[in-house]
């Protein structure tokens, strides 16, 4: 499973272990190369990690190729205590949203709700490395 897959499938651990104000935004790069990434608090007061990803196997966080999305998110809480201790609490709407994307993508696709392009911001979030066509709209506020 590539870093980006498992990043994501992290996300949606820690929502499952209580920190469902835990978001994850993504996009890609100008060249379209690189999944881009930030994971933020819902109201956007405290930041996390960022960065971009090719199709490389980690994150280089203390984690491993092998490691499990369960780990990784056991990884996001011991480096980003401050990031996961503000998204304590519920969000059952992103919760969804990203559950929803998860399937929708499954085995190992991806999303992007913002990118660089000729006709200006995305209107609409993207499956992207899957069979899925459909388009999902912005996460719930």
């Known amino acids: 499973m590539n870093a980006s897959r498992k990043l994501i499938l992290a996300v949606a651990e820690l ?3 209580g920190f469902e104000k835990l978001r994850i935004e993504a996009g890609l ?4 190369c690189h999944w881009r990434y930030r994971l933020v608090t819902k109201d956007g007061q405290t930041k996390g990690p960022s960065g ?3 199709n490389q196997l980690h994150m280089s966080w203390e984690d491993t ?3 499990s999305p369960e780990q990784l998110a056991d990884i996001i809480t011991s480096k980003f205590p401050d990031l996961v201790d503000a998204a ?3 969000d059952q709407a992103y919760k969804n949203w990203l559950s929803e994307i998860i399937e929708e993508s499954t085995p190992d696709g991806l999303f992007i709700e913002l990118w660089d392009s000729y ?3 995305c209107k609409d979030v993207r499956l992207i490395s899957c069979q899925s066509e459909r388009r999902f709209p912005q996460a719930p506020l």
């Not at 790069?29 to 379209?32: A, R």
């Open 15 to 17: 929502h499952r272990r």
């Open 29 to 32: 790069s100008p060249s379209g």
């Open 52 to 54: 971009s990803l090719t």
């Open 65 to 67: 190729p092998d490691s």
């Open 88 to 90: 304590k609490g519920t």
């Open 119 to 121: 006709d200006g911001p």
